[in-house]
């Protein structure tokens, strides 16, 4: 059963920093694409950043670029998001999500929010 769980995520003021993690279960995790969304409030979920399985491939979303960087740890099978010069507008629940046999799997997420 593949598993997706997020920890890390708390409140900050503008400029303050976070690392999530997403730790990965039942799944060879190692080979696989993973990604961290983030869904704010009454917005649609965005993709955040993406990271292929040899850490060669990164993408990230235009509002994060220079502020953000994705990682990964495949011997720990955890995914990382470390998060600084965070601002309000960064305030979203964070998914940690991945993509098996087309069929998305996605973490219970945890909330990031950034007071001014």
């Known amino acids: 059963q593949v598993q997706l769980v997020e920890s890390g995520g708390g409140s900050v003021h503008s400029g303050g920093s976070l690392k999530l993690s997403c730790v990965g279960s039942g799944f060879t995790f190692g080979v696989y694409t993973m990604n961290w969304y983030r869904q704010g409030p009454g917005k649609e979920r965005e993709l955040v950043a993406s990271?292929?399985?040899?850490?060669?491939?990164?993408n990230y979303g235009d509002s994060v670029k220079g502020r953000f960087t994705i990682s990964r740890d495949n011997a720990k099978a955890t995914l990382y998001l470390q998060m600084n010069d965070l601002k309000p507008e960064d305030t979203a629940r964070y998914f940690c999500?991945?993509?098996?046999?087309?069929?998305?799997?996605w973490g219970q997420g945890t909330q990031v929010t950034v007071s001014s």
């Open positions: 990271i292929d399985w040899y850490s060669m491939w990164l």
């Open positions: 999500n991945t993509k098996i046999k087309e069929t998305e799997y």
